[in-house]
């Protein structure tokens, strides 16, 4: 088929839970954490350009503390499809703006993706054939297709669609409405919702018209459309902070789930380079790892001349970086953002930021 789809990646995140490797200037989209020589930001743009159909339909956006390393990562992105935040507002600012300078450009007829530059993506045919099933109806209806990521286990840390009323078939694929939105739930909650076989986790990978998204930002978001629509990235300062699921998604009667099947992690913490990589090894070790008595451990070195040495540890995760080491227990990589908050008090570890 044509190549109809406009993707915009956003690039913006900190990834701060792959501390200490993730830094200010080296957020985690910079990273190659699968065992390849290519970042998550530049294995996700080479996974859109066919779908694109080349480097002039691509677009980024991002923020201006990392726009030049955006810059040298994706070097053949055209300088006006780069847009850089001034500063960070969540992902409601970030799709806002990016649609109305795609619309600019575009029209408002324009089918426009929007993709976190940070997701693992394990089946490309079968993601190519996903996409062009959901743009296949937000071309064809006023929608906002969302990718649903059919669950494998009861997560807390993942947002829920439940499927509503099938709308029919696209691309050879099932698309239903979503009846509803459920943010982070308890386990004992995602469990029931698994066991019904109707929800699916909200993978932020969205579909749609620019003008069906305009109207439905004016409509339940005017607070942060029109002061971009006026201004453009300069009423950035006057924006409140907040998601494009909260200030769009729980709101418009829009919203579709198509549920996908194609390999997917959004590679959250340190937890999970195990699920990509350890197959039916004790431990998980990008790294020069002498171990004794060790399991279940995940070992990073960002240099390879230095080797990490375990005895008797189980379920860890050691990450050397430069002058940081951080050892902690794999059911705790949550607090990372607790420890950088510490730091962050403390003026002598700001270089570790």
């Known amino acids: 088929m044509n190549k109809p789809l406009i993707p915009v990646i956003l690039a913006g995140g900190k990834g701060e839970r792959f501390w200490p490797l993730s830094r200010r200037h080296r957020p985690k989209q910079f990273l190659s954490l ?57 992902t409601a600012p970030a799709v806002a703006w990016a649609t109305l300078e795609v619309s600019k450009r575009h029209g408002k007829q324009a089918a426009i993706g929007f993709f976190p ?23 064809a209806e006023a929608s906002i297709v969302t990718l649903g990521i059919k669950p494998n286990y009861p997560s807390t840390g993942y947002g829920y669609m439940e499927q509503g009323e099938p709308k029919g078939s696209f691309g050879g694929l099932p698309v239903y409405r979503v009846s509803r939105f459920t943010e982070k739930p308890d386990r004992e909650t995602a469990e029931s919702f698994i ?55 729980e709101k418009t009667q829009l919203a579709y789930v198509l549920p996908a099947n194609f390999g997917w992690d959004d590679l959250g913490d340190w937890n999970a380079i195990e699920r990509l990589l350890k197959g039916d090894a004790l431990n998980v070790a990008l790294a020069n790892h002498m171990g004794q008595d060790t399991k279940g451990a995940i070992l990073y070195a960002s240099d390879r001349d230095e080797v990490i040495v375990t005895i008797g540890l189980e379920d860890v995760v050691i990450v050397r970086d430069r002058n940081v080491t ?7 990589t949550q607090e990372i953002k607790q420890v950088l908050k510490l730091l962050q008090a403390d003026p002598k570890f700001e270089k570790l930021l």
């Open 117 to 139: 530059a940070d997701h693992w993506i394990g089946d490309q045919p079968a993601f190519q054939q996903t996409l062009n099933a959901a743009t296949q109806l937000a071309l």
């Open 326 to 332: 951080l050892v902690a227990h794999k059911d705790r």
């Open 34 to 90: 699968d065992g390849t020589d290519k970042s998550l930001l530049q294995a996700t743009a080479d996974r859109l350009l066919e779908l694109a159909g080349g480097w002039d339909r691509l677009w980024v956006v991002t923020s201006a503390l990392i726009a030049d390393g955006v810059r040298k990562q994706l070097p053949q992105l055209p300088e006006e499809n780069l847009l850089v935040e001034p500063e960070g507002r969540d």
């Open 195 to 249: 066991n019904t076989g109707r929800f699916s986790w909200n993978s932020g990978m969205f579909i749609f018209r620019a003008g069906v998204v305009l109207e439905e930002l004016h409509t339940h978001a005017p607070e942060i459309i029109r002061p971009l629509a006026e201004k453009g990235k300069s009423a950035y300062s006057e924006l409140e902070k907040k998601s494009i699921d909260y200030a769009l998604m």
